[in-house]
């Protein structure tokens, strides 16, 4: 039977296989191929330069998950603006930590962004297993600091709501004591220390670890605050520190309220160590689009599936119609 139907149908049956072997080999690629970057967020440190190193600006922005559909157009209003220096996501960079969700990322911002880029680590930034290593592997260390200009930077690993890590904490003060010289201090996190919405919402770290870290930004007086892993804008000063919640880069949205859930990224004017957070909106994505962007991803994958689909179908159809004619 099997070889009348393959005498009968050689050049059918060899396409179907070769898609369906094609849809496996490039699945089988895209999520274990390494992609050839290591220590992302070193090198596009190297390239940052200010002209004034007094007066300088930068974007923060998270929760962009691998979206196209505002992540990209962001990315490239970014662009637009010649006096931005260098641009930091503060986690959430992909929907989840696999090879091929990154390379994705990658690609985003190399072909709709030049000036560097530096990122965060979100909790969606694990691999499937709950590992770093992905993260690690490209962009480096999960926590670090720098200075740009009279401003210091610190980009820490907050990515769990159960607490925060006391070696990351007693590391955290060192870099605070380092950054007094500095006109400027900023602090970066994916998860928030408080939550601002208040009540039943508890997305932030613990009540431990907000007494601790309040007690330490308003210690070391540090200039901003910026978190991210609610998907929305908050803004305020909280027990004296200043701080911005800005979760809206791509993912979808956790709220209808028009004041606080819309898709954005903040420019940071920084002049004599004061900080000018500047709000930018972001035309928002619909369902229909965020289908779209899914199909996006796996296109190639579909189209393989579909035509060896067409072709076992077109199989069944002929050989059915022989039968009833014999």
Known sequence: ???????????????????????????????YAPVPIHNWNQKELSRITVADP?????????????????????????GHDEEIAFAIDDGD??????????????????????????????????????????????????????????????VLDAITQAGFDKTERQW????????QVSKARFVFMH???????????????????????????RRYKITHLFASHLHGYFSGVWAGVPYTITGGAGARLQGKDPEHFFHHYVTVHVHNGKADVMLRRVDAANTVVYFFDLVEDYALQWGLLLAAGVLVLSLALSMKSKHGSN
Not at 3 to 10: A, N
Not at 172 to 179: D, I, T, V
């Open 191 to 217: 998860v928030p220390v408080f939550d601002p919405r208040g009540g039943t919402f508890h997305k932030s770290l613990p009540d431990k670890d907000q007494k601790d870290l309040l007690d330490l930004f």
């Open 93 to 154: 960079l992909v929907d989840e930590g696999t090879v091929g969700h990154y390379r994705r990322f990658l690609n985003q911002v190399q072909e709709n962004l030049v000036i560097p880029f530096l990122t965060a680590i979100g909790n969606h930034d694990l691999d499937n297993n709950g590992s770093n290593n992905n993260y690690q592997d490209i962009f480096g260390p999960t926590y670090y600091s720098f200075q740009v200009g009279q401003g210091y930077f610190i």
């Open 54 to 78: 007094n007066d300088f600006s930068f974007v923060v922005m998270g929760d962009n998950k691998g979206n196209h559909s505002v992540f990209e157009p962001l990315l490239r209003d970014i």
């Open 1 to 31: 039977m099997i070889k009348k139907i393959l005498q009968g149908h050689p050049v059918r049956i060899i396409l179907a296989s070769l898609c369906i072997l094609s849809f496996i080999g490039i699945t089988v690629w895209n999520a």
């Open 172 to 179: 955290l003060e060192k870099e605070l004591q380092r950054g």
